[in-house]
């Protein structure tokens, strides 16, 4: 399995754009970058998944450089129903039977 | 998107007691749920996979026989926590990705319970 590695927490004020970063050195060919959002009391929700180069849509974007080695998660001009722990999850194998392993994740604080 | 629901979203029960948790995929026929456990400030845990018509698959360190688990539809998982203790108390999730997709295909997670144990 892929092992993530994130920040831990970050803040940012109401208004700016968010960029979180994941490593994963270990990332293998067939592997996917997907990211969650979770509140707390409740269950992950999906934002974005991405392969390679640049993924956009209506929430987030998602960028990937070549080696794929790292990803980076923006949020643009976030609010206060941002604030969340955001996961960067690597996908070990294909098939429905592939586990999600979650890392740390980042914490993330809007404040005004 | 494909949802996913978990009854009860909380439950109370007295230590000794067991408590069983249900996970539906209500619009999508799932053959392998997840279920994960989440402590206060914590990351999700993957404890097993829950595979429709055959045994799950546990985590290293997660005991079978405390958290039975029972698969027996394609869009119905259970957890059942036996003989509960305060230790045993946490958020419990599952997830589901529907059935013949592929990993880039994201997966779908309930609600959560909130399992306290006193």
């Known amino acids: 399995l892929a092992k993530t590695t994130q920040p831990i927490s970050m803040d940012s004020y109401e208004g700016q754009e968010v960029n979180i970063t994941c490593s994963h050195n270990?990332?293998?060919?067939?592997?996917?970058i997907t990211w969650y959002q979770q509140f707390p009391s409740q269950g992950p929700r999906f934002i974005i998944q991405?392969?390679?180069t640049k993924v956009t849509n209506e929430v987030a974007s998602l960028f990937i450089p070549a080696d794929r080695k790292s990803s980076t998660l923006s949020l643009p001009r976030v609010s206060l129903s941002d604030t969340a722990v955001y996961y960067c999850?690597?996908?070990?194998?294909?098939?429905?039977?592939?586990?999600?392993?979650f890392g740390t994740g980042t914490r993330l604080q809007v404040t005004l | 998107g494909a949802v996913v629901s978990q009854h009860p979203s909380w439950v109370i029960c007295k230590s000794g007691t067991s408590v069983k948790i249900e996970c539906r995929s209500l619009?999508?026929?799932?053959?392998?749920m997840f279920w994960y456990r989440q402590f206060p400030k914590q990351s999700l845990m993957l404890m097993a996979t829950s595979n429709e018509g055959s045994k799950a698959t546990y985590e290293q360190g997660v005991e079978k026989d405390k958290f039975l688990i029972n698969h027996a539809s394609l869009t119905l998982s259970t957890l059942t926590v036996t003989s509960a203790h305060p230790e045993d108390s946490s958020f419990y999730i599952c997830?589901?990705?529907?059935?013949?997709?592929?990993?880039?295909?994201?997966?779908?997670f309930g609600q959560g319970t909130r399992l306290t144990v006193v």
């Open positions: 991405g392969y390679k």
């Open positions: 270990n990332i293998a060919t067939n592997d996917y």
């Open positions: 997830s589901a990705r529907e059935t013949g997709t592929v990993i880039s295909t994201e997966a779908f």
């Open positions: 619009d999508f026929q799932a053959t392998t």
């Open positions: 999850l690597v996908g070990d194998k294909t098939g429905t039977a592939s586990k999600l392993t």
